[in-house]
């Protein structure tokens, strides 16, 4: 009797050990998914996170949590997930200003290229360029025409300093030959807010963003950056059909993770992404927005990031753009 309660006891006691032992990776596996957003609710990047958020929690079987980490041109965000435990439970879904920060402010709090590792590139999208009703011009020439009129007279919002919106209007500005005053704002929602109330005359961003006022007419489209119009608006021309041939410039987002995240779970949260973009609810809902669905795999995204660092360095390079203000 005495040998079966010592038994008993001790094997009490292994499972306990074994319970303590087991409880951190248990909690691990129990924490939310925490996909951190560097700007404001309402733009195009915020917009994406929300909608895969639902059937992303449903695919990994535990709460899927956007964050809202807006400032500094998305730096505020991205040094936070670099500094986030690389245990995949802290990602950030990161804007096309991933690729071009490195260019606008060389000492970064984070190394873009070295911190970060691709998950999955999610979605890539022309810009719609649109105006305020009172701008004079129903599409991009006609516009053109009367800012070579008024030079310095109109404005664009744009999400930041050395954005992409801010990269492709000055390319198209030089292209043009018109003036049209920068004014950046800390996000997609405050752009739109700003040209809807006739403090920038007009902004670049995507048609998920601008769909909302488009539809209402508080805003009116000028014209389309990518290669073919889109079907959401297939009387608004593309920059090339307006007279600027070759002229594109599109917007992506992407989920990176903390560099020293173990590669199995990378794969895994590659795996969890590409099968929810996959889905044919939200695929419809992007493509309905005007986005692109990509669902890559880690490197593609990688490569495509220090593809879009080359391309606009070189821009900047070329021109000699003053990011500095």
Known sequence: MKITNHLLTRSFFLFLTALMISSPALSQSDKPLTLVVPFPPGGSTDITARTIQ???AERIGR????????????????????KAAPDGNTLLISFDNHSIN?????????????????????????????????????????????????????????TGIGSLNQLAMEDLKR??????????YGGGGPAIAAVVGNTASMTLLSYAALKGQI????????????????????????????????????????????????????????????????????KTKLTQGGFDVQASDGPTLDKYAKNEFDRWQQFVKTTKLNLDD
Not at 63 to 68: C, D, F, I, K, W
């Open 54 to 56: 639902p059937k992303l």
């Open 63 to 82: 709460p899927v949590v956007v964050e809202n980490r807006p400032g500094a041109a998305s730096q505020i965000a991205t040094q936070h997930v670099a």
């Open 102 to 158: 490195p260019i606008v402010k060389p000492k970064l709090p984070y190394d873009t290229f070295k911190d970060f590792v691709g998950v999955s590139l999610l979605v890539r999208f022309p810009l719609v360029i649109a105006a305020n009703p009172s701008v004079q011009g129903n599409n991009l020439s006609e516009f053109i025409a009367a800012a070579k009129k008024r030079p310095g007279y109109y404005s664009y919002a744009s």
């Open 215 to 282: 539809q209402a007419d508080k805003l009116k489209p000028l014209a389309v950056t990518g290669a073919q119009r889109l079907p959401e608006l297939p009387k608004t021309p593309t920059v090339a059909e307006s007279g600027y041939p070759g002229f594109e410039a599109y917007s992506w987002i992407g989920v990176f993770a903390p560099a020293d995240t173990p590669a199995a779970t990378v794969k895994k949260l590659t795996a969890d992404f590409q099968a929810v973009l996959s889905d044919p609810e939200i």
């Open 175 to 184: 292209k043009a030959g018109i003036f049209v005053l920068h004014v950046p």
